[in-house]
């Protein structure tokens, strides 16, 4: 699969859509959730063009590589979710139920955020 340039989380990067922007460096954006699932609901995607969190491991430098993940310690810091704790989830794939085609973690917390996988 190839990288779509005009998928949603794309057209956000490039300011084509507004976002409810909760952080951003050289290397992330970071946003709320537009259907957010937890008290916190973010949102946090590398500025490259990746399509998923094995295609940012296999081809991001090591320094997007550990931007990123700074700007989750970051993010749950500046939140307040460290005390507590949070979840981190990559949906990867069709049985991944990714629906945006450009790498993206969401972080969920502010409270219990229940089973891993619901049902489970
Ligand atoms: P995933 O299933 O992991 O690809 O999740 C995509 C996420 O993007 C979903 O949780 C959506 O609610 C969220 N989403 C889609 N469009 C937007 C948008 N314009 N702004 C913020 N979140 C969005």
């Known amino acids: 699969m190839t990288y779509d340039s005009n998928n949603i989380f ?58 990123f993940f700074a700007a989750i310690d970051h993010i749950a810091a500046a939140r307040g979710l460290k005390a507590n704790g949070f979840r981190c989830i990559a949906n990867t794939g069709t049985h991944g139920g990714q629906e945006v085609p450009h790498f993206h973690m969401h972080i969920l917390g502010g409270g219990p955020v229940g089973r891993m996988v619901p049902g489970a």
């Open 10 to 67: 794309a057209r956000i990067l490039r300011g084509e859509i507004p976002c409810d922007r909760v952080y951003e460096d050289d290397h992330v954006l970071a946003f709320n959730d537009i259907a957010p699932q937890a008290p916190v609901h973010i949102l946090v995607i590398p500025k490259g063009d990746y399509l998923s969190i094995d295609d940012f491991g296999a081809k991001a430098s090591a320094a997007e590589i550990k931007g």
